[in-house]
């Protein structure tokens, strides 16, 4: 499992450093599918009671970008979705919430990545919680630390929710671009790791004294032959 999540990580550090025009080109087209995402969140917001809950579809592009092709990349997806997507549709208070918010899940779902046995999903899960722990930091810094309190409990309920649900779509983009041409090898490298996270937590299987026996005999009549 680990041996794994090292793999991708040696190979996402090994090309990020040389930009083709072809990276170049990926990163842009990322980066435009997570506004398009910031974009509809701000025209249908959610009609909840609790301010600061959002599905949080922008942040599918961030982990897909990270896991696939390393924190540099990743991290330049995140910085242009908060700033940009802040000036189009928000105001500098949201880009305040938006930036710790951000940097916290996004520092959470790197070490989750590279230091830990979870999935893509338990990855964006913990985003998800993080996401809202940067936002409560920012309202109990800027507002009032009982605000943040009172509204801690449902927005980590929320975080839990919207990053299980951005995590199984992102799973789904794993899976769906490791069988087209598009990022096939790093969409590959992640979907190994899906299955290597899956026969981990799967029971071993148990050797039984028939198959030992089975085993004996066939190398027993191999011998006569």
């Known amino acids: ?56 579809l922008g942040n599918i592009v961030v982990l897909f970008t990270l896991a696939g092709f390393g924190w540099r990349a990743g991290l330049a997806i995140a910085l242009v979705k908060v700033v940009v997507s802040a000036l189009l549709f928000g105001n500098p208070m949201v880009l305040m919430y938006s930036a710790g918010g951000a940097a916290l899940s996004f520092a ?21 919680v993080f996401h809202m722990v940067g936002q409560l930091a920012v309202v109990a810094f800027t507002f009032s630390p009982y605000v943040a309190l009172v509204y801690l409990p449902v927005l980590m309920i929320s975080g839990l929710v919207t990053g299980l649900l951005t995590g199984y779509v992102c799973r789904l983009v794993i899976r769906t671009t490791a069988k087209s041409n598009l990022f096939k090898s790093r969409a590959r490298e992640l979907a190994r790791r899906e299955g290597a996270a899956k026969r981990d937590s799967a029971p071993a299987p148990c050797a039984t004294p028939e198959t030992d026996e089975s085993n004996d005999q066939f190398e027993t009549s191999e011998s006569h032959v």
Not at 6 to 22: H, I, K, N, P, Q
Not at 109 to 122: D, E, K
């Open 108 to 128: 959470a779902m790197w070490v989750a990545l590279h230091w830990s046995r979870l999935s893509i999903v338990g990855v964006s899960m913990v985003g998800g």
């Open 1 to 56: 499992m680990y041996g794994s999540k090292w793999e991708v990580w040696r190979l996402t550090r090994g090309t990020a450093r040389r930009m083709s025009a072809l990276e170049v080109a990926t990163y842009g087209l990322l980066a435009a599918v997570a506004l398009i995402f910031g974009y509809v969140e701000a025209l249908f917001p959610l009609p909840l009671p609790v301010p600061g809950i959002k599905l949080g």
